[in-house]
Structures are given as C-alpha cells and as structure tokens.
C-alpha cells in the first residue's frame, strides 16, 4: 500500500496489485464501513510487523502527545496507521466510481484569481494528512492539469491508481528518478500553466532543510521552494483532514510567496519558508492529529549539519 | 563551420555569460572574467543545483529553449560553451 526507507534509504514496496484488488473487492461487497473493518484487522498485522512504520509514526506520537504513556502511545500509532488505511479505501472508493466525496474547501477563490491572473501555474506542497490523493479530486474543478512529481517506479499499483482519476488525464505524474530529480519538466509545466505538486513531508534524497515542529528540529524537503523561487511562482499549502465517513475538509488558504532576497542568503530565504511550512502543518495536524501520517521519522537526524541547499540530493 | 555559425554561437555565448551574470547574480565574475570553456558546476563559476533550476528558466524565457531531462541534459550543463551549443542548435535547427 505504501512504500519506506529502509536502513540504506532506499524506500521498500509495501503492498501489491493483490492487495489494491482485495481492498476494492471488499468496498464492492460491503462499501465503504465494512472495508473500513478490514483496514482494522489489516493495520494490527502492521501494529506488530512493520518495525519502521510504527517507529516513524511513534516519534510523532510521542512530541505530539509528550505526557503520555506507552500503551496510549502504542493506541496513538495504531489509530494513525487506521486512519491511513482508510484514506487508502476513499482513495479506491473514488477511483473504483462508486461514489464521491464532500468538499469543504478553504482558499479556492484565491487560487483561481493567482491562476487567473497569469498563464502560469503554481506549486502545490502537500503532506501526508488526511488524504492528499482525494484532495488532488477536488481541484478537478480547476480546469487545470496537475503533476505530481513521484517516483511512480516506487510502486506500479499505485501509478495505475493515477492513470485512471475521475478527472482523467488531468492527473499526470513526474518523475524523481532524472540528472535533475524532476525540476526540469516541473519548471516547464508550470511554464504551461500547470499545477506541480509536490510531497512537503517525505524525503527522497539529501536535499532537505531542517525547521522547527513540535517542539523539535525535523527534516523537510526543499524542492517545492527552490522550485517556486527559480520560476517564481507561490506556493500553495495543500492540506486536508477526513471530518465525517464521506467529506473532508481541504484547506488553500496558506500561500508562501518565494524571492530570494539575494544570492548570499539563498540558504536563509529557503530556511524560512521551509520553516512558515512546518509551522503551518504543527497547526493543520493539530487539528486531526490521528491523521498525519509519517513514511520516515522526520526528527531524526535533523539536528546534524543540514546540508546547504544546492549541494546533492536529488535536485541535483 | 562557417564563419556564420562561428559568430551566431559567438553571440549566444555573450548573451548566457550576462545571463548568468545579472540573474543569478554571481558577483565575483563578470562577463569578461568568464571563459567560452568555463565549467558550470563544482569547478569554474561553482554554481550548484538552485543554480541549475533558475538556468533552466531562464533559457525558456529568454531563448525558449529547453533543457532534456536525461543524459543528455548533464552534458549540456557542463559549461558555458556546451550550453552555448545546445541553445544555438535549437534556435538554428538546420544549422547543425
């Protein structure tokens, strides 16, 4: 279903077609509550098995809920990793058509006026909370294509899930895996008037930048900025939360605007916005704070020397 | 070659090392101090991947030319002359 870094890096596949084929044969036989039972008896196996995600999900745990002990702690990780494999569900529930999802959206109408403004389009920053896949659903309304830029190699299944959104084609994908990590073919579609959205929580390579969030310094991703800066568009903080069975809530309303204030303290700049992020997602994931959900311990390692922005990784 | 192609690769030369210059503001070079040959990243102007992405835009904005996104665009980014090359061969296509 998902994928993770292993010891190396390297990110290891978790799930197969086999299993997107039982989890939509389910929600055809007993929608979406009975597959949301499944996904319960499924994630205990995680709970047990799957080392790494609940270390990842732990050190989240733990600087969310600091006073708690083990057991609420352990009950923490196992209603995250629920949450998880629900998001997975809706995410089949839509594709499969067998019905849709409820909207509330905040920002919207700024978004169409910054698209409408200009022919070029914008950087979208999402993170793993909620149900970014769902919520890419709801800016079908946009008229415009977006491109997540992925590495669909990671896993073929889920590809295949992209390939055939309610909106069509209008959901593409981008490669990680080139000389310059994808920015080259971002730097153009947003050129086209494209929407480029980008993981903000997930690390692929070495380039990141460390910020503060609860409580502590983490590592975060800094491709969408560097991205937004060298064509300077704004950058759009795509989030979401799951408030009932069949509607989410999906805010727009955080828009970072990027310029570097000059060559020497391009460091800095990045530093800040990467920052103005991660206070944002502390807050967001406040709010549903079972549904943020972690592929790697964003915490560890943060307090060593970042390596300055434009030195490897996979932007290079 | 022909004196015309000299000439033409001569002028786009010129026109990357003041783009390089005034937009990615390097300060310690100018368009003088920069050699045809001068390496690109880690050697030479010792500009790095932020570099890199603000290039890309700007030989699309100024020249409408792109950069491929393989192999092939590593070697481009090798050094003025190289990307020197790739853009006159894309503003003159039957010039090759």
Not at chain 1, 139 to 148: E, I, M, Q, S, Y
Not at chain 1, 274 to 297: C, K, N
Request: hydrophobic residues 40%.
């Amino acid at each position: 279903m998902t994928t993770r870094a292993d010891a190396t890096g390297r990110h290891r596949k978790r799930g197969n077609r086999l299993g997107f084929w039982f989890f939509k044969a389910t929600i055809r036989l007993f929608g979406l509550r009975g597959a949301y039972g499944l996904v319960h008896l499924v994630c205990l196996h995680y709970l047990f098995f799957d080392r790494q995600s609940v270390e990842a999900t732990m050190a989240y745990i733990r600087r969310r809920f600091p006073g708690r002990g083990y057991m609420a702690r352990i009950l923490g990780v196992y209603r995250i990793l629920v949450n998880q494999g629900k998001s997975l569900v809706d995410r089949y529930y839509l594709i499969s058509g067998l019905g849709t999802f409820e909207y509330e959206v905040q920002g919207y109408d700024e978004i169409k006026r910054i698209l409408k403004d200009s022919d070029k389009g914008l950087v979208l920053l999402t993170a793993h909370v909620g149900n970014w896949q769902v919520t890419m659903n709801s800016l079908g309304r946009l008229d415009n294509t977006v491109r997540l830029l992925m590495r669909p190699e990671d896993n073929a299944a889920v590809k295949e899930t992209l390939d055939v959104y309610p909106h069509g084609d209008k959901v593409k994908t981008i490669s990680t895996a080139s000389f310059m990590g994808g920015m080259i073919e971002c730097a153009k579609a947003l050129d086209n008037g494209e929407l480029v959205s980008i993981m903000g929580d997930r690390i692929y390579g070495a380039d990141w930048t460390t910020a503060r969030i609860l409580g502590a310094e983490a590592r975060f991703p800094h491709a969408a900025f560097t991205l937004a800066a060298a064509t300077e568009r704004p950058v759009v903080v795509v989030l979401s939360g799951k408030i009932s069975t069949k509607k989410y809530s999906v805010d727009l309303s955080h828009i970072i605007r990027t310029r570097y204030t000059s060559r020497k303290d391009r460091q800095k700049d990045i530093e800040k916005w990467v920052q103005e992020y991660a206070t944002i997602l502390e807050e967001y994931s406040g709010e549903y704070p079972y549904q943020w959900y972690l592929f790697h311990d964003i915490w560890a390692g943060a307090e060593r020397q970042a390596p300055p922005p434009g030195h490897g990784g996979d932007g290079s | 070659m022909t004196q015309d192609k000299e000439q033409g690769l001569a002028e786009v030369r010129e026109k990357i090392k003041k783009l390089l210059v005034e937009e990615l503001a390097l300060e310690d070079w100018t368009v003088e101090t920069i050699a045809d040959d001068e390496i690109l990243f880690g050697q030479g102007l010792e500009l790095d991947s932020l570099d890199a992405v603000e290039i890309v835009v700007l030989l699309q904005r100024h020249f409408k030319v792109d950069i491929p996104d393989n192999e092939m665009g590593r070697e481009i980014f090798y050094s003025v002359d190289t990307l020197a090359r790739h853009v006159h061969k894309n503003l003159n296509p039957g010039d090759s």
